[in-house]
């Protein structure tokens, strides 16, 4: 009798590994493994990670698709772009970003030994294609927007602390609010409303992030 119950019990767990390793972007990935960073009404924000025993394969849902962020160096060993399939290395930096437009696909995996970290952004609503930028501030360098810009999403690929200022006038003049400091771990998001802002580098090293506009 007891060797049934632990039979049963076996049986049990091993189902439930099995749908820990399901999910809407992949089959080789634990939902473990994937963690909601944000959720508001516009975005999903997901970390999740690759190895050279896990790869990480993203499907890129409906009717928005996804943007993936690269926070570590990475290769990209398989793609299905619409009636293109890709195969072979391409070779990912730190800080590397795309949009995979829905139904597409995108398998990666680590350069060496290590572990490859992804952020994966899934809108929700978009009225327009999302914009997505690259920066390196030097230290105290400041990024000054030139126009009002739409709610943004901001990805840390290295550590960060920002000083942001936002303009509570018009586009014609420049008023600046209280300033907000913002820091951020490697892989951080923080959403930042839509306006005019001055972003300063607070430490004594260049930073890296990446911005995702609505």
């Excluded at 007891?2 to 080789?28: E, K, N, Y």
């Excluded at 619409?82 to 195969?87: F, I, P, S």
């Excluded at 437009?101 to 572990?115: A, C, L, R, T, Y």
């Excluded at 303009?167 to 913002?182: G, I, L």
Aim: one cysteine or more; proline letters at 6%.
């Amino acid at each position: 009798m007891a060797a049934v119950v632990t039979r049963i019990v076996l049986a049990i767990l091993l189902m439930q590994c099995s749908a820990l390793s399901r999910s809407p972007h992949g089959d080789q990935r634990l939902v473990a493994d994937a963690g909601v960073l944000l959720e508001n009404t516009k975005v999903r924000v997901l970390r999740v990670q690759a190895t050279h025993i896990a790869h990480y394969v993203l499907r890129a849902p409906e009717p928005h698709g996804t943007v993936w962020v690269a926070l570590d160096n990475s290769v990209i060993v398989r793609s299905h772009q619409g009636a293109v399939a890709t195969n072979g290395q391409r070779e990912l930096r730190a800080g590397d970003a795309e949009m995979v437009q829905p139904g597409d696909e995108v398998e990666f995996e680590p350069q060496d030994d290590s572990v490859a970290r992804l952020i994966l952004v899934e809108p929700k609503m978009s009225a327009q294609p999302l914009t997505i930028r690259t920066t390196t501030l030097n230290t105290h360098q400041q990024l000054q927007d030139a126009t009002d810009r739409n709610d943004t999403l901001l990805i840390a690929i290295s550590p960060v602390r920002l000083r942001g200022v936002r303009n509570v006038a018009d586009e014609s003049e420049w008023k600046p609010n209280r300033p907000e400091f913002w820091a951020l771990p490697t892989g951080g998001v923080r959403w930042v409303r839509s306006g005019m802002y001055r972003l300063t580098n607070l430490l004594p090293r260049a930073v890296q992030f990446v911005t995702v506009e609505w």
